[in-house]
């Protein structure tokens, strides 16, 4: 069974550093996997999908990257800002379904 | 611009009562998947959808759930009876093919 898991659950940081959020999954076989933000009380909003062929995609002040033979993922926030203050989960999909991991809280400090 | 709607945003109810969750996918997207969210076990799939046809239930508790599409436009989820253990957050997202998905709000349930 797929076990994704998300390393460190928080994360405190001061403005304007750039910081990195790692996702671990146990099983090589996924199609894609996404990285989604939360805020507090609302619903998941989609950062970027990184599908199996690929090994980074990127946004703005965001990068992610795929190494599926070592079951890792990485968020590379640059130049963090208070706004980017939320929950950070990555999702795998070995099939039909999404598996997630349970986070890491991010919160940066004006 | 595109969103997932889901409607009640916030129910309060009493054990025993039904519960019915609805979700207005967005327009074109063909798979349709229900969650929930607690702060113990974090998110769970419950359901999923294509085109209009369950794919997987495996992650619902069937003697009380049920989720359904009558169209193309709307998804419920249904629980009777509910019990305080389903107290939690359910999201409704969909996608195209189930390649990236779209979160919805989320409706907020408590069962006292």
């Known amino acids: 069974k797929q076990e994704v898991t998300q390393i460190p659950a928080a994360l405190s940081v001061p403005e304007g550093e750039n910081l990195v959020l790692n996702c671990s999954f146990t099983?090589?076989?996924?199609?894609?996997l996404q990285w989604f933000r939360q805020d507090p009380g609302k619903g998941l909003t989609s950062l970027l999908l990184i599908q199996s062929s690929q090994r980074e995609q990127t946004s703005g002040r965001l990068n992610a990257s795929l190494d599926k033979s070592s079951g890792r993922s990485t968020l590379y926030i640059a130049a963090s800002q208070p706004g980017d203050s939320a929950t950070y989960l990555c999702?795998?999909?070995?099939?039909?379904?999404?598996?997630f991991g349970a986070g890491t809280r991010l919160t940066v400090k004006p | 611009d595109a969103r997932v709607t889901q409607t009640p945003r916030d129910k309060v109810t009493e054990m025993g009562q039904e519960v019915t969750m609805r979700c207005q996918p967005i327009l074109g997207h063909n798979t349709v998947f229900w969650y929930r969210q607690t702060m113990m076990q974090g998110l769970e799939l419950l359901a999923y959808?294509?085109?209009?046809?369950?794919?997987?239930d495996s992650g619902m508790p069937k003697d009380r759930f049920s989720a359904e599409m009558p169209d193309a436009t709307l998804a419920t989820l249904k629980i009777q009876p509910s019990e305080p253990r389903d107290s939690a957050v359910y999201f409704c997202?969909?996608?195209?093919?189930?390649?990236?998905?779209?979160f919805g709000p989320g409706t907020r349930l408590t069962v006292l």
């Open positions: 959808f294509r085109n209009r046809a369950p794919l997987d």
């Open positions: 999702a795998v999909r070995p099939g039909s379904d999404m598996r």
């Open positions: 997202a969909s996608g195209l093919d189930g390649v990236e998905q779209f």
């Open positions: 099983d090589s076989a996924i199609y894609n």
